[in-house]
T-cell receptor, first 118, second 114 residues
Framework: AQTVTQSQPEMSVQEAETVTLSCTYD???????LFWYKQPPSRQMILVIR??????QNATENRFSVNFQKAAKSFSLKISDSQLGDTAMYFC???????????????FGKGTKLSVIP | DGGITQSPKYLFRKEGQNVTLSCEQN?????MYWYRQDPGQGLRLIYY???????QKGDIAEGYSVSREKKESFPLTVTSAQKNPTAFYLC?????????????FGEGSWLTVV
C-alpha cells in the first residue's frame, strides 16, 4: 500500500520570505505522479503543482517549486515570496493506478497548515 | 464555465436516514471520485468510477453507495449503515488521456448528523 507522510503539522512564515514544506512517500511502483494541493479556509482543493516520477527535472509554477528526490522518495514544496493568500492547508498526494483499467487513485498526506504572517 | 458542481453545500441528516450528495461535471472527464475529509486528516477515498455503469470501492466504502448512470454524474448515498457520517465530502474528476492524470475537485459538501 502507498503511504504519504507530511511531518510538519503546522508552519508559519513571514510575508515575502521563503518556506519549504516536506513530504515523503512509500511505494513499490516505478511510474507515478506526485501533487501538492492547497486547501484555503473555503475548503476548495486547488492544484498547486504536479510532478511525473519519470521526469528528473523539478516542476515549477510561478512562486511554487518542488524538490523531487526519487531515490529518497521525497517531494518537498518551496514557496518563494510568500503572500497572505498562501495561508492554507497544503496536502501532498501520490497517484497510482487503481484496480479498474485506466483508472487512477490519489493517496493524501494529513496536511501541513501554513500561516503567512504580515 | 466548466467545472465540478456539488450540492447541497450543507446537509443535515437524522440518524437512520439515507441521504444523497450530488456531483455533476461538465469537463468531459472519464473518471469520477468521492473523498471524505475529517478534521486533522487528509482525504480518504470512498468510491471511484472510470466509466459509466462501473465503479470500484475505495478505502472506506462501507456504509456508502454510488451509481454512474451518466458520464457527467456520480451521486453518493450515505446510508444508515455509516456509523459516523459527519464529515466534509469532496467529489473529483479526471481525464486519463494525453497529459491528464490530474484530479480536479468540486467545492465540497458538509454533512452533519443531528
Amino acid at each position: 500500500a502507498q503511504t504519504v507522510t507530511q511531518s510538519q503539522p503546522e508552519m508559519s512564515v513571514q510575508e515575502a520570505e521563503t518556506v519549504t514544506l516536506s513530504c515523503t512517500y512509500d511505494t513499490s511502483e516505478s511510474n507515478y505522479y506526485l501533487f501538492w494541493y492547497k486547501q484555503p479556509p473555503s475548503r476548495q482543493m486547488i492544484l498547486v503543482i504536479r510532478q511525473e516520477a519519470y521526469k528528473q527535472q523539478n516542476a515549477t509554477e510561478n512562486r511554487f517549486s518542488v524538490n523531487f528526490q526519487k531515490a529518497a522518495k521525497s517531494f518537498s514544496l518551496k514557496i518563494s515570496d510568500s503572500q497572505l493568500g498562501d495561508t492554507a492547508m497544503y496536502f501532498c498526494a501520490f497517484m497510482t493506478r487503481g484496480s479498474g483499467a485506466g483508472s487512477y487513485q490519489l493517496t493524501f498526506g494529513k496536511g501541513t497548515k501554513l500561516s503567512v504572517i504580515p | 464555465d466548466g467545472g465540478i458542481t456539488q450540492s447541497p453545500k450543507y446537509l443535515f441528516r437524522k440518524e437512520g436516514q439515507n441521504v444523497t450528495l450530488s456531483c455533476e461535471q461538465n469537463l468531459n472527464h472519464d473518471a469520477m471520485y468521492w473523498y471524505r475529509q475529517d478534521p486533522g486528516q487528509g482525504l480518504r477515498l470512498i468510491y471511484y468510477s472510470q466509466i459509466v455503469n462501473d465503479f470500484q470501492k475505495g478505502d472506506i466504502a462501507e456504509g456508502y453507495s454510488v451509481s454512474r448512470e451518466k458520464k457527467e454524474s456520480f451521486p453518493l448515498t450515505v446510508t444508515s449503515a455509516q456509523k459516523n457520517p459527519t464529515a466534509f465530502y469532496l467529489c473529483a474528476s479526471s481525464t486519463n488521456r494525453g497529459s491528464g492524470n490530474t484530479i480536479y475537485f468540486g467545492e465540497g459538501s458538509w454533512l452533519t448528523v443531528v
